[in-house]
């Protein structure tokens, strides 16, 4: 099970940081990564890493701004949301692949946890 956590009201220039803590079994050698969906739009790819964290892979709007970092020993990976903008406003999903590489597709990814709301005020 992954459980995502950290999301919150924040003001446009804010930052936030997310949590997806998993239980039940080990992720340390799984690719893991970062979804989100506004409403009214598709589910969209945020960020991902490898297994070993020594690949990093983010979404273009995002470059710049957020980071995502994984702790094997916990069993954890994060996102640090910094200078978020009100377009950032979105459910925010974990996910967990079965490779130890980034998929190419989200579909890859095998394993969701629940969102966590992130909203960004102007």
């Known amino acids: 099970q992954l459980q995502a956590s950290g999301g919150g009201l924040v003001q446009a220039g804010g930052s936030l940081r997310l949590s997806c803590a998993a239980s039940?079994?080990?992720?340390?050698?799984?690719?893991r990564g970062w979804f989100r969906q506004a409403p009214g739009k598709e589910r969209e790819f945020v960020a991902a890493i490898s297994w070993n964290g020594g690949t990093l892979s983010y979404a273009e709007s995002v470059k710049g701004r957020f980071t995502i970092s994984r702790d094997n020993a916990k069993n954890t990976v994060y996102l640090q949301m910094d200078s978020l903008k009100p377009e950032d406003t979105a459910v925010y999903y974990c996910a967990a692949s079965t490779r130890r590489t980034i998929p190419t597709s989200g579909s890859d990814f095998g394993f969701w946890g629940q969102g966590t709301q992130v909203t960004v005020s102007s």
């Open positions: 039940g079994r080990t992720f340390s050698s799984s690719a």
